[in-house]
């Protein structure tokens, strides 16, 4: 019987561990949260809903020892680490100068958000000698490089790239009348997914790669011809549905499932991948070198702010993200340490009022 613990409940914590409880391809699920009121009532809901054992565990997953007590005691078969200090979504409602220059330097700014609790639950993963796979929702395309600098990268990211390839999937399927679509391989950076979604096309060079078929035909188009879908929240539906298949993957004796995820191994951005029984292999189609989708994403990081990661995961700013918030708080976009993730995070919580 294998077992998923699912780290945080906010909104995709919640659909990925009701994903999880009726896919019938595990039989337990473990949900653990800070908030227990909420956690009591997620797993109520989950156990009530679906034929799996649901167990719910309180966890301050900021605390590495209670992280590490809870891996000790469950031993999963598969992590999938939802958490964050603050939703990526938390400043959608507001228009206040702060916010706005926030969120004009891009998600790269809010990286103290989203690299603590990531980090922590990798370490904890490392010092209990679990060796199931983590999977990460949290900002994957950068807090995996950002990790991998020291050693602690998950095995893969969710969303992102496999939002984009179920994109273009519904493109091709419509566009042929209800035939399943070929093999969809895509090369993308999670700055490119507002477009994708909003199906608002940047131009040949800024374009996520899309290849058809075992020969890897380009139709890069393709990820911007559906009908556009505006942000907010219902994006999650999407990210639930391109996270689902992955994480039956990733599970034991699993069949193989070739798709596109963010940060296979701590690679920054999206590639296409070969999952197959918690083992992720890189499947670009041939003539495409790691190289040259490398130097892809780590370009299109700067539309997140990120201008690079150093060899120590040092995090620097892009030029646009620093004059974003020049007015607000020049400090914000000074480079980031993975020892000072915490006060900057109390920094931004200043800035932003919070």
């Known amino acids: 019987m294998s077992t998923a613990l699912v780290i945080g409940l906010g909104d995709m914590g919640d659909r990925v561990a009701a994903g999880l409880a009726a896919s019938g391809f595990v039989g337990r699920v473990v949900v653990a949260s800070r908030s227990e009121a909420n956690l009591r009532q997620v797993a109520a809901v989950l156990a009530s809903a679906s034929d799996t054992l649901v167990e719910a565990a309180p966890l301050d997953a900021t605390r590495f ?76 395309d950068v807090t995996g490089p950002v990790l991998e600098r020291i050693g602690l990268a998950p095995a893969l990211g969710l969303g992102n790239a496999g939002m984009m390839l179920r994109r273009v999937r519904a493109v091709l399927r419509e566009e042929a009348n209800g035939v399943i679509p070929p093999l969809v391989r895509v090369v993308g950076h999670h700055s490119q997914l507002t477009g994708v979604m909003t199906a608002e096309d940047p131009g ?106 150093d060899a120590d995961g040092t995090v620097h700013f892009t030029d646009a993200a620093r004059e974003a918030v020049a007015q607000v708080a020049p400090d914000l976009a000074e480079p980031l340490a993975l020892d000072d993730m915490d006060a900057r995070a109390a920094r931004l919580d200043e800035v932003l009022g919070l």
């Open 65 to 140: 020892e209670d992280v590490a007590a809870l891996l000790e005691r469950i031993r999963p078969d598969l992590v999938v680490q939802c958490a964050s200090l603050r939703s990526p979504w938390g400043l959608a409602d507001r228009d206040d100068p702060a916010a706005a220059a926030v969120v004009a330097a891009g998600l790269g700014v809010r990286l103290p958000y989203q690299v603590p609790v990531v980090r922590n639950v990798m370490r904890a993963v490392r010092e209990t000698g679990l060796a199931a796979p983590v999977a990460n929702l949290s900002f994957p």
């Open 204 to 309: 040949e060079e800024d374009r996520c790669r899309v290849f058809l078929g075992e020969e890897g035909r380009r139709d890069d188009e393709a990820a911007y011809r559906g009908p556009g879908i505006d942000p907010g929240l219902r994006w999650n539906f999407l990210t639930a549905a391109a996270t689902l298949p992955v994480l039956e993957a990733l599970l034991p004796e699993s069949k193989v499932l070739r798709w596109s995820v963010p940060a296979p191994n701590g690679l920054p951005g999206g590639y296409p991948v070969r999952i197959q029984s918690g083992a992720v292999e890189l499947d670009l189609p041939r003539g495409q070198s790691l190289k040259d989708a490398v130097a892809f994403n780590e370009r299109l990081a700067g539309g997140d702010g990120v201008e690079r990661v």
